[in-house]
């Protein structure tokens, strides 16, 4: 793998943030977890997702990929029949040329990856194009809509964000062995830098669910830290390198499959050119507070620049939150559900069917909340 990458591992578990998920005997999230993730920007939950759940995980996104469209504009399956993404106004797979980087140094996203990472040459067997990710998984993978309505992820959320908090958006990012592409250095928040009240948890959180084993050549990397600095400026980090992506401090994001990482969006981030023998695929789910999100200009994922959020909209994208909570109650019915606050009025309505499924679910991404 090289020094940077063994080194990197060895760094990672050196660092005193990971373990499983703990509360306190009133049901709070422990201390210590809250005091490493607003130290570090990041946690790692080891094993808090079973080997039965991930199982259904892994079948889900593999009868997925099985439905998934051949290439870039194509309406069908490897089969010849309407590709699964078909029904969906929201564009729902992203692809990359093997081993590159499709977005370092573009307009993408606002321009957030501001710099090209290094991109290998592609072997002659390789795909023309592989999957780097699936959006609006939640109403094509039912695994997803019930781990989303995790009740102690759930708890996590308020935790972090509180008990009123809104949901992101959510995707499966998919690094295919020896062949997955890059995505380069970059911070999630675009919003908030300027914003005089600019603190470590102001641009939210996601979770990072894995469904397989994590590697350091195929992990994302992180900056430990990075989520309270500001805006980083990554042109020059990587020019005071040398020039190269290896950024230094930075550290692998490593798991077992089942683990669920806490990270900051404002984490300096990145992943590298899958040319390990094994896959990744994560399982990403955001969480904002309301206080960064009502009454501010975001993300429009229908196309249009940016929209205000203001509590119709934020509405709607919550109602997801209560569905995932109902769909889980039915599966792990001996679960004790988490109780949304924000929808505690709408339970009733928001019970999950083959009727919500269409009224409520389809196409919900694209009420997501981006800031």
Same mark, same amino acid.
């Given at each position: 793998?090289? %020094?940077?990458?063994? !080194?990197? #591992?060895?760094?990672?578990? @050196?660092? +005193?943030?990971?373990? /499983?998920?703990?509360? =306190? &005997?009133?049901?709070?999230?422990?201390?210590?977890?809250?005091?490493?993730?607003?130290?570090?920007?990041?946690?790692?939950?080891?094993?808090?997702?079973?080997?039965?759940?991930?199982?259904?995980?892994?079948?889900?996104?593999?009868?997925?990929?099985?439905?998934?469209?051949?290439?870039?504009?194509?309406?069908?399956?490897?089969?010849?029949?309407?590709?699964? %993404?078909?029904?969906? !106004?929201? #564009?729902?797979?992203?692809? @990359?040329? +093997?081993?590159?980087? /499709?977005?370092?140094? =573009? &307009?993408?996203?606002?321009?957030?990856?501001?710099?090209?990472?290094?991109?290998?040459?592609?072997?002659?067997?390789?795909?023309?194009?592989?999957?780097?990710?699936?959006?609006?998984?939640?109403?094509?993978?039912?695994?997803?809509?019930?781990?989303?309505?995790?009740?102690?992820?759930?708890?996590?959320?308020?935790?972090?964000?509180?008990?009123?908090?809104?949901?992101?958006?959510?995707?499966?990012?998919?690094?295919?062995?020896?062949?997955?592409?890059?995505?380069?250095?970059?911070?999630?928040?675009?919003?908030?830098?300027?914003?005089?009240?600019?603190?470590?948890?102001?641009?939210?959180?996601?979770?990072?669910?894995?469904?397989?084993?994590?590697?350091?050549?195929?992990?994302?990397?992180?900056?430990?830290?990075?989520?309270?600095?500001?805006?980083?400026?990554?042109?020059?980090?990587?020019?005071?390198?040398?020039?190269?992506?290896?950024?230094?401090?930075?550290?692998?994001?490593?798991?077992?499959?089942?683990?669920?990482?806490?990270?900051?969006?404002?984490?300096?981030?990145?992943?590298?050119?899958?040319?390990?023998?094994?896959?990744?695929?994560?399982?990403?789910?955001?969480?904002?507070?309301?206080?960064?999100?009502?009454?501010?200009?975001?993300?429009?994922?229908?196309?249009?620049?940016?929209?205000?959020?203001?509590?119709?909209?934020?509405?709607?994208?919550?109602?997801?939150?209560?569905?995932?909570?109902?769909?889980?109650?039915?599966?792990?019915?001996?679960?004790?559900?988490?109780?949304?606050?924000?929808?505690?009025?709408?339970?009733?309505?928001?019970?999950?069917?083959?009727?919500?499924?269409?009224?409520?679910?389809?196409?919900?991404?694209?009420?997501?909340?981006?800031?």
């Amino acid at each position: 793998m090289g %020094d940077y990458f063994s !080194e990197g #591992a060895d760094q990672a578990y @050196a660092l +005193p943030n990971r373990g /499983p998920l703990r509360f =306190t &005997d009133n049901g709070e999230l422990h201390p210590e977890i809250l005091k490493a993730y607003w130290h570090f920007g990041f946690y790692v939950l080891e094993g808090v997702i079973s080997a039965e759940e991930v199982g259904a995980l892994v079948d889900d996104f593999e009868e997925v990929m099985t439905r998934a469209p051949t290439c870039p504009g194509s309406k069908v399956d490897a089969a010849g029949k309407p590709a699964i %993404d078909q029904g969906f !106004e929201r #564009a729902t797979f992203q692809f @990359a040329k +093997p081993l590159s980087d /499709p977005m370092g140094a =573009t &307009d993408s996203s606002g321009g957030r990856y501001p710099i090209k990472m290094t991109e290998f040459d592609v072997p002659a067997e390789a795909p023309e194009h592989v999957v780097l990710q699936i959006s609006g998984s939640l109403q094509m993978m039912d695994a997803n809509l019930r781990l989303y309505g995790h009740p102690d992820l759930l708890r996590v959320a308020e935790a972090i964000n509180g008990h009123d908090f809104v949901p992101f958006t959510d995707a499966v990012w998919v690094k295919p062995a020896r062949y997955g592409a890059a995505v380069s250095w970059h911070q999630d928040g675009l919003t908030h830098w300027d914003n005089p009240e600019l603190d470590a948890g102001t641009h939210g959180f996601n979770f990072m669910a894995q469904l397989y084993p994590t590697n350091p050549q195929n992990a994302l990397w992180i900056i430990p830290q990075s989520h309270d600095q500001g805006k980083a400026d990554i042109k020059q980090l990587v020019q005071q390198n040398g020039g190269s992506d290896q950024l230094p401090d930075a550290v692998p994001l490593l798991c077992a499959a089942g683990d669920v990482a806490i990270c900051s969006r404002q984490m300096v981030h990145c992943s590298y050119p899958n040319r390990s023998d094994d896959p990744r695929v994560t399982y990403v789910f955001g969480f904002h507070r309301r206080a960064s999100v009502e009454g501010v200009k975001g993300w429009d994922f229908r196309g249009k620049e940016s929209i205000l959020y203001n509590h119709e909209r934020i509405h709607g994208r919550s109602r997801i939150v209560q569905l995932a909570i109902d769909a889980r109650r039915q599966a792990f019915p001996s679960e004790v559900s988490y109780e949304y606050q924000p929808m505690a009025r709408e339970r009733e309505s928001l019970r999950w069917s083959p009727e919500t499924r269409e009224t409520v679910l389809h196409n919900y991404n694209q009420l997501d909340l981006g800031i």
